[in-house]
């Protein structure tokens, strides 16, 4: 199971989140209050399903010897309050000289990366109390 860690103190919304290496910083912008010294939380789960497809698209790439130059994910994120779903939009750039088939075949292939398929089933959540 991953595990991060976020902490927040008396710095109004600015948010330090560690994992087990690394730590970011999430924010929000200054028109709600915040400072904005980092991403939004949904900037930042846009960016682990981006950051997710150009990884996976890599990995598949790589393992079938395919030149693929570079893969961009544009991943934009809204939320219908009445309806209570929400739309995850991606635009994918593919750079390399790839055939059309490989092509399609990286679009296919970028909806099956880890992140996707986690938000794309139910998800559960279990939330406990810890005292300090």
Known sequence: MSTVTARIERTPYETHISGETQVIVADEPFDVGGLDRGMRPTELLCSALASC??????????????????????????????????????????????SEDQRLRLREIADRCPIHKALKNPIDFDTVLIEP
């Not at 893969?71 to 750039?93: C, K, M, P, W």
Request: no cysteine; glycine share 6%.
């Open 53 to 98: 497809i150009v990884i996976t698209l890599r990995m598949y790439a790589d393992r079938k010897g395919w030149p693929l130059e570079s893969a961009v994910a544009h991943v934009g994120y809204a939320r219908d309050v009445e309806s209570n779903r929400s739309l995850f939009t991606t635009q994918l750039i593919l750079n390399g000289d790839l």
